[in-house]
């Protein structure tokens, strides 16, 4: 049998392949720093000049970057799905948020259906982890926490998804989320009635995830996201009124 010696440069080839296949599937996150080059090379079964080979040619392609005494890390190739302008007219016209919600409602209940029937062992692991610290956030009252790991929470359902098209699309809508383009979540969390059902609701959507059961995890989540669409919509009206009651007072108040 024709066996080809492996010469460096298919070393560092497949070095390359096996970062990037991290980076696609969302194991390497933008900003995450790689560990150091001797670890590293340790960790491949590689020399360090095959490494070093490889990490050059993925600097080249901007998928990793250099920071001066600091390392190397994935570069910060995830972007936004929606140019700045857009995002500035998302902000400033509260109708863009309720159509966020309903697109979030399709995507993430079909995450949660695929995280039942694809999701390993560990993916289920992380999961219940961030859902136990949503309890000890719930009990130690503290909203942003809660917010902070609600975004994980659901984060790590799409990544338990293994599909690389929507852990991509998702991970850049729920930074615009966290930077609270539309609202503040912390608000949510503030009210004890809305936080003991988002508590509960987790937790539905959890159990159904680990017990493997795909219909029921994306009802689960589609429930979810339609009971914070209703509380959302609920507290805009809330405000309306409370922005005419103020008018009328203050018209009343000029007339006399």
């Known amino acids: 049998m024709p066996f080809q010696p492996i010469t460096q440069e298919r070393v560092a080839s497949a070095v390359v392949q096996q970062i990037?296949?991290?980076?696609?599937?969302?194991?390497?996150?933008?900003?995450?720093r790689l560990p150091a080059e001797r670890i590293l090379a340790e960790k491949l079964g590689v020399s360090r000049p095959s490494l070093r080979e490889a990490i050059s040619t993925l600097q080249d392609s901007g998928l990793l970057t250099s920071k001066a005494n600091s390392g190397i890390y994935v570069a910060?190739?995830?972007?936004?799905?929606?140019?700045?302008?857009?995002?500035?007219?998302?902000?400033?016209?509260?109708?863009?948020?309720?159509?966020?919600?309903a697109l979030r409602r399709d995507l993430e209940g079909m995450a949660a259906e695929r995280a039942a029937l694809h999701g390993t062992k560990n993916d289920h692991l992380v999961i219940q982890s961030i859902f136990e610290q949503m309890q000890t956030a719930?009990?130690?009252?503290?909203?942003?926490?809660d917010a902070e790991l609600d975004a994980n929470f659901h984060m790590s359902i799409t990544e338990a998804s293994h599909n690389v098209m929507l852990l991509h699309m998702m991970r850049s809508m729920f930074d615009m989320l966290k930077t609270g383009v539309f609202y503040n979540r912390k608000v949510m969390f503030e009210m004890d009635t809305t936080r003991v059902h988002l508590l509960n609701q987790h937790r539905d959507i959890m159990q159904e995830i680990v017990d493997r059961k795909p219909d029921a995890a994306r009802r689960a989540v589609e429930a979810h996201l339609t009971y914070v669409h209703d509380c959302l919509k609920q507290n805009e009206t809330m405000q309306s009124h409370d922005?005419?009651?103020?008018?009328?007072?203050?018209?009343?108040?000029?007339?006399?």
């Open 20 to 32: 990037e296949q991290l980076i696609l599937r969302g194991l390497l996150r933008p900003g995450e």
């Open 76 to 101: 910060d190739i995830l972007g936004n799905v929606f140019s700045p302008p857009l995002i500035n007219l998302f902000a400033s016209h509260k109708e863009a948020f309720f159509d966020y919600i």
């Open 138 to 145: 719930h009990d130690q009252n503290d909203p942003e926490r």
């Open 243 to 256: 922005d005419i009651a103020k008018l009328r007072l203050e018209t009343t108040r000029t007339r006399t």
